[in-house]
């Protein structure tokens, strides 16, 4: 068990640019989770998927967001057109869900700045 | 409209002692309740957590209270360490809402030597 990985730790791009984050979790984990935070905030529940199936998108999801998962295992979130307002940390969690409760493991997250 | 709410944003705590970080819900649906502690440049990492049906749970020096009248939740830090310093996340959810965490604001923690 190696935990949960994101790739890459940080990002600066400029507004208007494409980025892409790479979530890789736990094995045999069947759920992975997006969330962002900001600063002095909690995280907040971006998208998730069961194994490659995404089930439920925050509002907080523009359509400037897509997020796949494609093989049930890694996962991607994209950003299109990127604003100063992206700017936040990109969190990636996963977890092994059977039914009942449930605990998320986080990444260390991705560091988005948007100049 | 926060469900969860940390209404402490920071607390300083001596060596030794006792920390609590309390944590306040207002969505009477939610039955399981989750601690995350965050360092900086860290993601969240799982601390505790406790079902609906316990009004108590325990790990090594962390304890966490439930009182679902009042939705309020606490957890208690005792003894308090140095590395126990970080910022203190607590987290609901329901058992058939798993997929959407609520998390609050978070309390940052100083344990002080």
């Known amino acids: 068990d190696t935990g949960v990985s994101q790739d890459p730790r940080h990002k600066i791009t400029k507004r208007g640019q494409n980025v892409t984050f790479r979530c890789d979790p736990i094995s045999e984990h069947n759920r992975l989770y997006w969330y962002r935070q900001t600063l002095g905030q909690g995280p907040e529940f971006l998208t998730y998927f069961q194994n490659e199936a995404q089930l439920e998108k925050s509002r907080l999801l523009s359509d400037r967001f897509s997020a796949e998962r494609p093989k049930g295992s890694f996962s991607t979130l994209e950003i299109q057109r990127t604003e100063q307002g992206d700017s936040a940390m990109y969190l990636c969690?996963?977890?092994?869900?059977?039914?009942?409760?449930?605990?998320?493991?986080f990444g260390p997250g991705t560091r988005l700045l948007v100049l | 409209d926060q469900q969860v709410k940390q209404n402490s944003p920071s607390l300083s705590v001596q060596e030794g002692r006792i920390s609590i970080l309390n944590c306040d819900y207002t969505n009477s649906m939610f039955d399981y309740f989750l601690w995350y502690k965050k360092y900086p440049a860290e993601g969240p990492t799982f601390l505790i957590s406790i079902s609906s049906i316990k009004d108590k749970n325990e790990d090594g020096r962390f304890t966490v209270f439930l009182n679902k009248s009042a939705k309020h939740l606490s957890l208690h830090i005792v003894p308090s360490q140095p590395g126990d310093s970080a910022v203190y996340f607590c987290a609901a959810t329901t058992d058939n809402y798993g997929q959407n965490f609520v998390f609050g604001p978070g309390t940052r923690l100083s344990v002080l030597p």
């Open positions: 969690a996963s977890s092994s869900w059977t039914g009942g409760e449930e605990t998320q493991y």
